[in-house]
């Protein structure tokens, strides 16, 4: 039984210690990358977003859409009207 608290204490601290440094990654990346996601962020909060101006939305969805391409993901904008 003390062998498994000692093995469950150990993964406890190895996720801790992992989670701190995917932690500091990210801090370090919001750093590093800061003028150019406040800057990204601006643009999007530029187009407005009301929901009766279809156009706008298409914008914001387009503006996303390709937000989360340059991130690597791959994205599906599919249209409901």
Do not use: G, W
């Not at 190895?14 to 601006?42: N, P």
């Not at 643009?43 to 279809?54: E, F, G, K, Q, Y």
């Not at 690597?72 to 009207?81: A, R, S």
Request: charged fraction near 25%.
């Amino acid at each position: 039984m003390k062998s498994m608290h000692r093995l469950i204490a150990a993964l406890v601290i190895v996720a801790a210690a992992q989670a701190a440094l995917a932690q500091s990654s990210v801090r370090d990346y919001r750093r590093t990358h800061e003028r150019q996601i406040l800057e990204e962020f601006t643009r999007l909060l530029a187009i407005p977003n009301v929901a009766s101006d279809r156009e706008n939305i298409r914008r914001n969805a387009q503006f996303i859409l390709e937000m989360m391409q340059r991130r690597v993901l791959k994205p599906l904008l599919l249209d409901v009207t």
